[in-house]
């Protein structure tokens, strides 16, 4: 999927020309400035830190990658931004964290740097292009504090190959009982084959995003609409013993020592029949360097009581108010999320693999539908995700795998801890949902959400 060294020198030349193009609004000197960037270690951050040279070269700016696990990449930038000690210029955030720290004032609005470009860098950066459910998750009262690498809903894939010879067939909308009973069939099928993967490592941006979307599914909820925690409702309880059940029955052993990453290496190397997660994760199968690639099958995300479940996510850059260098990190930031930014990830690492979920013109744009079988599924999955109402029952928050509240961040880490001891089998299902319940009760008190 590579092109030909005349091509990528084109490409180049024509990138270095769309990057001197953005002048108005950044019009701060930017040769020799040295930008540091936090990011997250997957795939496509990966390649951003591959192609920045090109960036560098057009420019003159620098940028030296901080490039760290998950867990740890948002203890650190949160700290960062919270102490206002401007370690980073720009920071790779989420969907949860871009409206409330736009509310805090922890990032920079981009919104007067779009103010300042021309018409003609405005026709060229197309901000119209942009997947509005993606945009608007990350504003903050009108304004927008962050851009998407890419965006995600959650679906479920699953080998061909192994549901043909097991003489089974996935539904286009499978139920989590459908699910677990594949998962039992297929265990084994293969030798040293599981029957799915999920994600068990404690975080709330680990194990909390898959698990999240099945206590949806069965209709369990965090807090009620008065903000009273939930954690002692039936429909919660269910939805825990469910996720330990399919994992000790036919899932991967000692999951909670396995994230995003461990398991789609898993499922690359032929030793999983299932995987639920991202729907980014799609383009990671089948590269060419996935032994499952051209087997992979795609089903939405399962149902149970309640339907349409899939999370809604997007992983962006954001300008930490404290950079000194803010009109360089916005000339990265539009570099780095621009229809030539995916033309170029198209071209030179195969369409397969550019970013998803962050422009319409992607979603019809005929080499990447060639490429990518999942396509339509994701992008309805996205447009479709149920960001507003995320549960069977009324809630006052937002947020399909998270809740949309500031301290969310410290209590997800926490009831995460709580559901990982029970699948590991050192709490029992009551004491872990005990816990949680209190740990959800302080919470609700402290932040006077509970009156």
């Known amino acids: 999927m590579r092109r030909h060294a005349g091509t990528l020198l084109a490409l180049s030349f024509v990138l270095a020309c769309r990057l001197a193009a953005f002048a108005g609004g950044t019009r ?79 990032l920079v609005s981009l919104e007067p740097f779009f103010a300042g470009m021309t018409p003609a860098e405005r026709t060229v950066y197309a901000r119209d292009d942009l997947l509005p459910t993606i945009r608007s998750g990350l504003s903050y ?35 989590w009982q459908q699910i677990y009973d594949f998962a039992v069939r297929l265990k084994g099928i293969e030798n040293g084959c599981y029957g799915i993967v999920l994600r068990g490592m404690p975080g709330w941006g680990e194990v909390l995003a898959p698990f999240n979307t099945v206590v949806n599914a069965f209709g369990g909820r965090w807090f009620d609409e008065k903000w009273n925690p939930a954690f002692r409702e039936p429909a919660m309880a269910e939805a825990w013993r469910f996720y330990k059940k399919i994992l000790m029955d036919a899932g991967e052993p000692n999951p909670t020592t ?110 990447y539908v060639a490429a990518a079988p999942f ?12 960001y507003e109402r995320p549960t069977l029952l009324p809630v006052p928050y937002k947020g399909v795998q998270y809740v949309s509240i500031p301290e969310f ?16 089998g050192q709490k029992s299902l009551d004491q872990a949902l005990d816990d949680s319940q209190e740990a959800a009760l302080k919470v609700a008190r402290e932040g006077g959400y509970l009156r």
């Open 28 to 106: 701060e000197g930017a040769g020799g400035v040295q930008l540091t960037v936090a990011t997250v270690n997957n795939p496509d951050m990966l390649i951003m830190q591959q192609l920045s040279a090109e960036l560098t070269a057009a420019t003159g700016i620098r940028l030296n990658f901080v490039i760290l696990p998950e867990n740890q990449l948002r203890q650190k930038v949160t700290e960062d931004v919270g102490l206002g000690s401007g370690r980073y210029d720009v920071v790779t955030i989420g969907s949860y964290d871009a409206p409330i720290w736009g509310k805090n004032k922890w």
């Open 141 to 175: 009262d009108g304004e927008q504090y962050a851009l998407a690498i890419y965006g995600e809903s959650s679906m479920m894939f699953y080998r061909k190959d192994l549901f043909s010879k097991a003489g089974l067939s996935m539904p286009l909308r499978p139920t």
């Open 258 to 367: 396995d994230g995003n990453l461990e398991c789609l290496a898993m499922m690359q190397s032929g030793k999983a029949a299932m995987f639920y997660d991202a729907t980014v994760t799609a383009g990671w199968l089948e590269n060419p360097e996935s032994k499952v690639a051209g087997r992979i099958g795609y089903a939405f995300a399962p149902s149970a009581r309640k339907g349409n479940t899939g999370w809604l996510w997007a992983w962006a850059l954001g300008i930490e108010s404290s950079s000194k260098h803010r009109a360089a990190a916005f000339r990265l930031l539009t570099w780095a999320t621009d229809r030539k930014y995916i033309t170029t990830v198209g071209t030179r690492f195969g369409w397969d693999q550019v970013p998803p979920g962050t422009r319409v013109s992607t979603y019809n744009n005929p080499d």
């Open 375 to 386: 396509a339509g599924l994701a992008l309805n999955s996205i447009q479709s995700a149920d």
């Open 409 to 424: 961040q410290s209590l997800g880490e926490t009831i995460s801890q709580q559901l990982a001891a029970y699948i590991s």
